[in-house]
């Protein structure tokens, strides 16, 4: 039922225009530190009421690629930025093995206020906070997406795969190349998953460079 009108959401917000927002690049970055403002009391959701503060996400605003995860945690809670931490570390790192810094690429996740004790957020709290999401995207317009951990991938690609079959294969979303790797979070509790994530980071470099080169 919620799957469902998760799906309608996003049919409706990508059908009412938002993706014909156009920002020259100059202009993007005002534009999203508006919105990062304008948001700050949100309280659509029960997530509001625990939050230190809200998490809108940073990085270059005409980024070609644009990096999502599923929350905030403690430290980003308390600092308002995302993946910061240890998870933070070590996707900067991550990043830093196919030579990317942090600064080049744009950084957000599906709800933008911490989730009490790390849990995942439900499903109505994603679907409150998805069109701030979809904001960002049609401002930004990137050109790639890398989806960290199984409740930004299935969320986004309104798909009940696992994680296994998820990393195999290239995804569209809204017509972009979207892959999808471990979330560093799960990477740090989980050591021996680093060698997926590692030949996912080369697929992704790989068609990163395909892209740029078209
Ligand atoms: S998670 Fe999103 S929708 Fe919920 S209160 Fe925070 S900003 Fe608002």
Known sequence: MINKAIRQQLELLLQSGIKEIYSPPDQ?????????????S??????????TKLVYGEGNPDAFIMI??????ASEDLSGR?????????LTKMLAAIKFSREEVYIANIVKCRPPSNRNPL??????C????LEQISIIQPRMFLFMGLVAAQTLLRSN????????????FQNTPAFVTYHPAALLRNPNWKHGAWADLQKFEKRYYQLRES
């Open 82 to 90: 995302p993946f910061v931490g240890k998870a933070g570390e070590l």
């Open 161 to 172: 795969e696992s994680m296994g079959e998820l990393r195999q294969r290239e995804h569209l």
């Open 28 to 40: 993007k970055g005002q534009q999203l530190a508006d919105l990062a403002q304008q948001y700050q």
């Open 68 to 73: 999502i995860g599923e929350g905030p945690g």
């Open 42 to 51: 949100c309280q659509k959701c029960e997530l509001s009421q625990g939050r």
């Open 130 to 133: 998805l069109p701030y999401l």
């Open 123 to 128: 499903p109505e709290e994603r679907l409150a």
